[in-house]
């Protein structure tokens, strides 16, 4: 049963590192170019990233991916470092107040792909909550 409910917390404490990275990446910005400086973030990431396998002893876990996990994991790791460079040159010329909201818009996008890729249900609650996150962002840029 705990386990069933882990993932709220992991969310929870995923949005809470994700404002500091905003407030953090806001002021990293301000005097350096933003690609370097998505190039410093990475290079901690990496670091702390393998440190954490190498600590939990999941490095075996390297030789057994398959193919497709492998391809899959490449793509994400592309869109997420597309994703850090237009992210990192938005705080560099927008408000964070205002390139956050935007930035996660994108869970709009999260919800209908997922149910066009995953097959994951297309509920009312789905549709209220993505209509709701557009309306907020709206009101916050607009």
């Known amino acids: 049963m705990a ?12 949005a809470f590192f994700a404002a500091l990275t905003t407030i ?26 393998w440190g954490i396998v190498w600590a939990d002893g999941q490095l075996q876990g390297l030789l057994t991916l398959s193919p497709r996990t492998l391809v899959f994991l490449v793509l994400s790791g592309i869109a997420t470092g ?11 010329l927008g408000n964070a107040s205002l390139v956050a909201p935007v930035d996660k818009s994108g869970l709009i996008l999260v919800l209908l792909l997922s ?3 995953l097959g994951e249900p297309l509920t009312i609650q789905v549709v209220v ?4 996150v557009l309306a907020g962002t709206l009101v916050l840029v607009l």
């Open 129 to 132: 909550g993505t209509a709701l």
């Open 82 to 92: 597309l994703s850090w460079l237009c992210y990192f040159r938005a705080l560099q």
């Open 24 to 49: 953090f990446s806001k002021i990293g910005v301000e005097n350096i170019n933003s690609n370097l400086a998505t190039a410093i973030r990475t290079v901690v990431i990496l670091a702390l990233a």
């Open 3 to 14: 386990d069933e409910k882990a993932w709220w917390i992991f969310a929870l404490l995923s």
């Open 115 to 117: 149910v066009w890729f």
